[in-house]
């Protein structure tokens, strides 16, 4: 562009002092001539990397996803293919041998069959368990009413023989009336004695009936989300069995591109969590340029930015400016119990880099990792001059093409 520029600034002059003689061609105008350029483009080189700014260091960073299996096993298969083909995220990468882990979900449903089982037993144990205590309660009633007839019944017995045993001694009383009497007495006591023996018993059966009725509601009272403890244990071991089972098939985590694919049916997946099977690299990256430091001062958020690649000759890829990341590895300070050092040993300052965000018309360009190429960002001020920049950046995509060795 700065030649394209001085061709037609030589034009100009060819034409007003040599062709036209319009001013004089002398020592004082050849001066002149020759300074008008050299400062115009001094101050146009610097008002472009004020409001222009450029990077040849632009890098297509791409994140990686280390795949490893969350089971072992046997591999059984490995439906991908390595290389540039997009792997949709879902899609399968490998399978390994579910059998033993089917066998281990199996298992365990039956466990869990049985757990539910003697949780309904135990429930009905202490429904009749309860019930049991009612009932041992109603006997305690009954015999306590009982109690109470029979006393009434033996208090007027005994009364009768004593009125029997008084009317016998003054004679005017049958002998036979009070042995009669006597035997009803002797018969009441008894049944006395019989129904406090059974108000006994029935008190017996209900310490008994709420022993077994506590030992039930122990064993059921072990809850875990009000579940029974046994079966909420099981269900657990169960719902991981399942889940590992479903682990036998490992997909796609993003949309991604599988790289050194060196996974192959028969081998051996161990479930570790840093070994690696396999390794995608995204379908989409990000695009970063880096700047000298003084070159970001009039860079903002949302600025309009254009980048080249080399490996896609002659295309200018549109975006905006995401954000600058004000921060490297020089501003750092490790944790250390040594001084930090200063002076001549020290780097010079880096650069920081700026992040970009492609336009929506250019999302589909394929950009590799790793790719390299150059940029410019067009700030808010002097527009006027961003064209200089934008034609400056075409004409080094277009040099893209220039392949430049003997061989």
């Known amino acids: 562009m700065e030649a394209l520029l001085l061709g037609i600034y030589s034009f100009f002059v060819w034409l007003i002092f040599i062709k036209l003689k319009w001013l004089p061609w002398n020592t004082k105008t050849q001066v002149i001539v020759a300074i008008i350029p050299i400062v115009g483009m001094a101050v146009l080189i610097l008002l472009l990397n004020i409001f222009a700014p450029s990077s040849s260091d632009v890098r297509v960073f791409k994140y990686t996803v280390p795949i490893v299996s969350q089971v072992k096993g046997r591999v059984l298969e490995v439906p991908v293919e390595e290389g ?4 949709k995220k879902g899609e399968v990468l490998f399978k390994i041998d579910p059998e033993p882990y089917r066998l281990a979900v199996n298992q365990l449903e039956a466990q869990f069959a049985n757990a539910a089982a ?28 009982r109690i109470g007839e029979v006393s009434a019944r033996l208090e007027l017995a005994r009364k009768r023989v004593e009125q029997n045993r008084e009317l ?12 009669q009497a006597e035997a009803n007495l002797k018969e009441l006591e008894g049944q006395l004695a019989g129904a406090r023996s059974a108000e006994a018993q029935a008190r017996a059966a209900v310490v008994q009936a709420q022993a077994g009725e506590q030992q039930t509601v122990q064993k ?10 046994q079966v909420a244990q099981i269900r657990a071991q169960l719902e991981n069995a399942r889940w590992e089972l479903e682990q036998t098939v490992t997909v796609s985590p993003c949309d991604c ?23 995608l690299v995204e379908a989409e990256g990000q695009v970063v340029a880096l700047y000298y430091q003084n070159e970001l001062h009039q860079v903002k958020p949302g600025n309009e930015a254009e980048f080249t690649l080399n490996t896609d000759p002659g295309r200018v890829v549109k975006g905006k400016v995401d954000s600058i990341i004000w921060a490297q590895g020089q501003g750092q300070l490790p944790q250390s119990g040594t001084l930090p050092m200063t002076g001549v040993l020290n780097n010079p300052p880096g650069r920081f880099a700026v992040k970009f965000d492609i336009a ?8 590799a990792a790793g790719a390299a190429g150059s940029a410019a960002i067009y700030t808010e001020r002097l527009a006027a001059i961003h064209i200089i920049r934008k034609v400056v950046l075409r004409v080094g995509a277009y040099t893209n093409y220039l392949i430049l060795k003997l061989h």
Request: no cysteine; glycine share 10%.
């Open 257 to 279: 591109h599988v790289i050194n694919l060196q996974l192959r049916p028969g081998a051996f997946v161990a479930g570790i969590p840093f070994n690696a099977v396999m390794t």
């Open 220 to 229: 059921l009272g072990a809850r875990v989300n009000g579940e029974f403890a």
């Open 84 to 87: 540039n083909r997009l792997v």
């Open 360 to 367: 929506d018309k250019d999302k589909e360009v394929f950009m």
């Open 118 to 145: 003697s949780q309904k037993e135990l429930e009905e144990s202490l429904k009749g368990a309860r019930g049991k205590v009612s009932e041992a309660r109603s006997a305690i009633d009954q015999a306590a009413a």
């Open 168 to 179: 016998v001694t003054t004679g005017a009383g049958s002998k036979f009336d009070l042995e």
